[in-house]
């Protein structure tokens, strides 16, 4: 993606940070593609060995260039961020455990922290999307906020869970047995 392809369309471009595969992410990338919106799709597990950031922070902003299967864009061009459901970022193969799992947070907080400051529409903000899957936190909020809060009980110990259902007025269980 060059300067020319943006200007030629009139639109900025979007990145899309998605498993591959998605199709939610596919179908959104089909109709940006009708609407002749540049498309700059990947991973975050393809960071850093397929993707490459270039970045640079000064009094105005970020600055410089993401690449990923073979599409550049300049960050000051990105005219919005559509994540949805990405993986960590990635470590190179033949790694200890240990090194992977730091090259792998260190990448993901640096892509993710640099984009995710990028001035533009973001959708599903990762910061958002992790903050409304944390459940028990989502509930604790709800109820502080005055909404109804079903009784919920969340656990890893049998006694417990039968416990909950048994006790619990309207609530429907199904025995999970392990095969």
């Not at 033949?94 to 892509?111: K, N, Y």
């Not at 502080?144 to 619990?168: D, K, M, Q």
Request: net charge positive; charged share 20%.
């Amino acid at each position: 993606m060059t300067q020319s392809n943006i200007t030629q369309t009139g639109h900025r471009p979007v990145c899309v940070i998605a498993t591959q595969g998605d199709v939610t992410a596919d179908r959104v990338i089909l109709q940006l593609a009708e609407m002749k919106v540049p498309v700059v799709r990947f991973d975050l597990a393809d960071f850093p060995q397929h993707v490459h950031l270039d970045a640079t922070l000064d009094r105005t902003g970020w600055h410089g260039t993401l690449q990923a299967h073979g599409r550049e864009v300049r960050l000051v061009e990105i005219g919005a961020i559509y994540w949805w459901h990405p993986q960590p970022a990635g470590a190179p193969d033949g790694l200890q455990r240990a090194d992977a799992d730091w090259i792998s947070r260190e990448s993901t907080v640096a892509l993710t922290g640099v984009l995710g400051s990028l001035d533009c529409l973001h959708v599903n903000h990762l910061r958002d999307t992790r903050a409304a899957q944390n459940k028990p936190q989502a509930l604790t909020v709800a109820r502080r906020c005055g909404l109804a809060v079903p009784p919920t009980w969340i656990g890893n110990h049998p006694t417990g869970a039968t416990y909950f259902a048994e006790n619990s007025a309207g609530c429907h269980s199904r025995r999970w047995k392990p095969r």
